[in-house]
Nanobody, 127 residues
């Protein structure tokens, strides 16, 4: 079991940067694959990035590859999403999610694969 709380959302101009953080409670944080998803108004929730339990493997959606970086600090029970070169189409509510790691499920991009979710943090990118 793990509880997740996102922070760091806000308003940023196109081309700018923003860093999202997700704080997790639980004594076995490193056993979870962590992911970031986003949902814009009227759209389906979509995969953004994921990271394996150890932090050694990452995976990104094509739409954010090269612009976003996911990382984790297992000593602090946190996962981060560093976003740069932000575009208006990045505007969405961003959610932190967790699933029990099996060594390869960091490659799974479906929201239904993640059992635990935070409440989300709004990211708005203005043009």
């Amino acid at each position: 079991q793990v509880q997740l709380v996102e922070s760091g959302g806000g308003l940023v101009q196109a081309g700018g940067s923003l860093r999202l953080s997700c704080a997790a409670s639980g004594r076995t944080f490193s056993k979870y694959t962590m992911g970031w998803f986003r949902q814009a108004p009227g759209k389906e929730r979509e995969f953004v990035a994921s990271i394996s339990g150890s932090g050694r493997s990452t995976y990104y959606a094509d739409s954010v590859k090269g612009r976003f970086t996911i990382s984790r600090d297992n000593a602090k029970n946190t996962v981060n999403l560093q976003m740069s070169s932000l575009k208006p189409e990045d505007t969405a509510v961003y959610y932190c999610a967790a699933q029990e790691s099996d060594g390869y499920n960091f490659l799974s991009t479906g929201p239904v694969q993640y059992r635990y979710w935070g409440q989300g943090t709004q990211v708005t990118v203005s043009s």
